[in-house]
Structures are given as structure tokens and as C-alpha cells.
């Protein structure tokens, strides 16, 4: 089956640190990749997307490179705010036949970032 | 567009009642999913709709859980009757079509006592 793994967090990080959430996937097909975010109270919220195989997406300094030959998409950003604190999601999307597509969601990341 | 609402934001209810949460998708959004996100099991899926269409409901946990899509406009998630284990934030999330990402509401706070 289809499935997303996140490192556990929580990560704990000084402002202006560099960022990194590493995502892994398991898919039977060819996938789109997605991060999202979800701040304090609020929905998730798309961050960026790859669609493809060697695509980088970004978004608000954030990047993420869909890496196929390691089934990878980590997310990184090279210096956080304060800001950054919320849970980042990594997911994937793929045709599951009959007409149905699939997003499967990662258990969450959530990111603190410390003045 | 004022995104996705969902009403009500937070709902507190006794066992055994029901429960309506409610949403309105971005207008033009031909896709239409209702998730489910608890600390132990992170975000479910449970049913989706394409063009008001029930498309995939193997999420939903049990007969005590149905959603309607009525119009393009406006989708309901039911349960009936409310169990303390239903206790979870659930959203609502539209898309314009499928291989575009998701626009995720603020999501219902359900606490069931």
C-alpha cells in the first residue's frame, strides 16, 4: 500500500537555525508529494508541491526536492522564525483506480522555534 | 473567496446524541473530503466526493457516521449516536481537481462527554 513517514518530532530549534523534516514514501505508482502546515488552532495549510521526479517546490523559504531513487521528499528552510512553529505534513497523492485518488497523510512534524 | 468554512468550530455534545458538522466548499472546487485528525492516529480519511458524488467512503469508521453532499455548495457529516471516542477535530478540504493540493478549513473541535 501507500504510505508517508515523518521523523517524530517534536523538533526544538533556535531562531535562524536550519531547518530539516525528513519524508519518506512507499507508493505503487508515481506520486505527487505535498507539504503542508498546520498552525496553532487552524487548518492544514499546502506548502509546496512536486509533482515529479527531481521537481524541487518551494514556498515562503521553505524547499522540499522530490527524490525518486530514495523515495524522498525532505523539507528544509535555512534559517526559522518563530513564526515557523506549527506541524508540517508530508503527504502523498496517487491514482488508486476507478477514478479515485488517494492522499495519504504523514503522522506530523511539529516544529517549535525558540527567539 | 473566503476559503472553506466549516461550522460549527467547536461542538461539545452528550453520548448518544447527534452530531451535524457542516461545510461549504471554495466555489468551483469539484472535489470535496472530510478528515478526521486524532493525537493517535494523525489524519484519516473518510469520505470523498467528486461533483456531489460519494466517491470513496471506506474511511468512514461505522454506520454511525454518513455525509451528504447535497449541492456543489454545501456538505454535511453526520453521527448518530455521538460516542466519547468520536472525540477528534474534523475538516473539510476542497480541491479544484485531483492532481491539484487541497484547501483545508478550520476544522469542528467535536468533544463528546
Known amino acids: 500500500g501507500n504510505s508517508v513517514t515523518q521523523m517524530e518530532g517534536p523538533v526544538t530549534l533556535s531562531e535562524e537555525a536550519f531547518l530539516t523534516i525528513n519524508c519518506t514514501y512507499t507508493?505503487?505508482?508515481?506520486?505527487?508529494l505535498f507539504w503542508y502546515v498546520q498552525y496553532p488552532g487552524e487548518g492544514l495549510q499546502l506548502l509546496l508541491k512536486a509533482t515529479k521526479a527531481d521537481d524541487k517546490g518551494s514556498n515562503k523559504g521553505f524547499e522540499a526536492t522530490y527524490r525518486k531513487e530514495t523515495t524522498s521528499f525532505h523539507l528544509e528552510k535555512g534559517s526559522v522564525q518563530v513564526s515557523d512553529s506549527a506541524v508540517y505534513f508530508c503527504a502523498l497523492k496517487i491514482y488508486s483506480g476507478a477514478g479515485s485518488y488517494q492522499l495519504t497523510f504523514g503522522k506530523g512534524t511539529k516544529l517549535s522555534v525558540i527567539p | 473567496d473566503a476559503g472553506v468554512i466549516q461550522s460549527p468550530r467547536h461542538e461539545v455534545t452528550e453520548m448518544g446524541q447527534e452530531v451535524t458538522l457542516r461545510c461549504k466548499p471554495i466555489s468551483g472546487h469539484d472535489y470535496l473530503f472530510w478528515y478526521r485528525q486524532t493525537m493517535m492516529r494523525g489524519l484519516e480519511l473518510l469520505i470523498y466526493?467528486?461533483?456531489?458524488?460519494?466517491?470513496?467512503d471506506s474511511g468512514m469508521p461505522e454506520d454511525r457516521f454518513s455525509a451528504k453532499m447535497p449541492n456543489a455548495s454545501f456538505s454535511t457529516l453526520k453521527i448518530q449516536p455521538s460516542e466519547p471516542r468520536d472525540s477528534a477535530v474534523y475538516f473539510c478540504?476542497?480541491?479544484?481537481?485531483?492532481?491539484?493540493?487541497?484547501?483545508f478549513g478550520s476544522g469542528t473541535r467535536l468533544t463528546v462527554v
Open positions: 478540504a476542497s480541491s479544484l481537481s485531483a492532481t491539484y493540493g487541497y484547501t
Open positions: 466526493f467528486n461533483n456531489n458524488v460519494p466517491i470513496d
Open positions: 507508493a505503487t505508482g508515481y506520486p505527487s
